[in-house]
């Protein structure tokens, strides 16, 4: 049975795979490395994990614009995620998935961060805002 979530379309495409749970804010400039794709701040909720082709779930972005041309060069390097979904999203986050293609929404009906676990295959589709489950 799939259970779809509506929320807020943020950026366009349909991405699919293993959901990667962060319960921190993340800042791509630092937090992230762009050649790897692999969470390298110190203490993070996701220190050491990578985030290519994974479904990243987080609450929200935070620091510096620049963080949206990571986001850019994680896409050229093949190290973006499939798909990102916030609590909330923030004009850096949104920036940054727009210009990478990367799907993206926000605001769901129900908290992805208490619904979802690591590893759950869905789909997010950021034209509709939706997200759907198994």
Known sequence: MVT????RSI???????EVLICKDAISFLGD??????TCVAPK????????AGKVLVFP???????GSYVLLQ?????KAPAAMVNLEAEPIIVVGAIISKIPM??????NPLELLKDGMRVKVDGEKGTLALG
Do not use: F
């Open 44 to 51: 993070h909720a996701i220190e050491g994990k990578n985030i």
């Open 105 to 110: 929404v926000d605001k769901l009906e129900k």
């Open 74 to 78: 994680l896409a050229k390097n093949g």
């Open 4 to 7: 779809t979530l509506h929320g």
């Open 11 to 17: 950026s366009r495409g349909i991405g699919e795979g």
């Open 60 to 66: 929200q972005g935070k620091g510096s614009t620049v």
């Open 32 to 37: 992230i490395d762009p050649k790897s794709g």
